[in-house]
């Protein structure tokens, strides 16, 4: 006889199995591909990790149904999420968090002063190319993705080597202790840092399927950069482990007796 959980399992299999295509959106309004913007209030939203992380679900959704059609049908909504999103691209690499259908766009006035799309775009574009095996649909597109990694590497980048973030709204890890109410500019989050990351190897591996060499050896140089960063600064050797780094911190003095001993090290 099946557990309790084990029954509720299948239900929950059963549901979303016969219902994930109402997530599903056709293009319109300020979305001009199709999507699957998440419904706050009856009001499509689309989220920038959301829709990544939620298209890891479909896939996994579609792989346990083994319906080779149903994973063509959804290739259009997958790749949408995408290019909604980079059709809001521009030179400076500006991209937003949030696009609410029906509602403009607005940028910062400083788009250096605030957060913006976490960067996983690149994440989520080298997933759906793994899964058709193309990517000649992100051409076109493809110069506002590097921009937009131009855009972190100009304005989110501490001179460590090292990612932060501008401010604490947004962030995805809500109440992170790390950067949740401090300083703006002061957070060098090993989460952020990960995921920048995993960004430019992904960023890597789209330059390679579109035979774009040059720039792939020039994202590489900055993936061995940043890894080397955190290595330096976010290593601690007493716990063995990685930690998030406070870039406020005054450099190390060790004619100050005072602080004599105290574990603040490498980052200005």
Sequence with gaps: ????????????????????????????????????????????????????LSNAALRQILTDRADEQAMQTSLAYEKGCILNYLSYGSMDGWVPILIVRGKPVTRPDQIAQENMHKPVLAQHAAFIVQQCGDAEWLREKMYFLLTFLNNYASHHRHESGLYYWQTDKQIGVDN???????????????????????????????????????????????????????????????????????????????????HSGYPVTGVP
């Design 1 to 52: 006889m099946k557990s309790q959980l084990a029954n509720h399992i299948d239900l929950l299999k059963e549901h979303i199995y016969s219902s994930y295509q109402g997530m599903f959106r056709e293009a319109g309004d300020n979305l001009p591909y199709p999507s699957w913007p998440q419904a706050a209030n009856s009001t499509p939203m689309l989220w920038d990790w959301d829709s990544w």
């Design 176 to 258: 992170d202790p790390s950067t949740y109410f401090r300083p703006h500019k002061s957070s060098g989050s090993i989460f952020l840092n990960c995921l920048m990351l995993r960004e430019l190897e992904a960023a890597i591996v789209l330059c390679q399927s579109l035979h774009l060499d040059e720039v792939g050896g020039e994202l590489q140089k900055d993936l061995t950069s940043l890894r080397a960063a955190i290595q330096e600064h976010c290593w601690d050797e007493r716990d063995g482990c990685f930690y998030s780094v406070d870039i406020n911190l005054l450099p190390v003095d060790h004619d100050q007796w005072l």
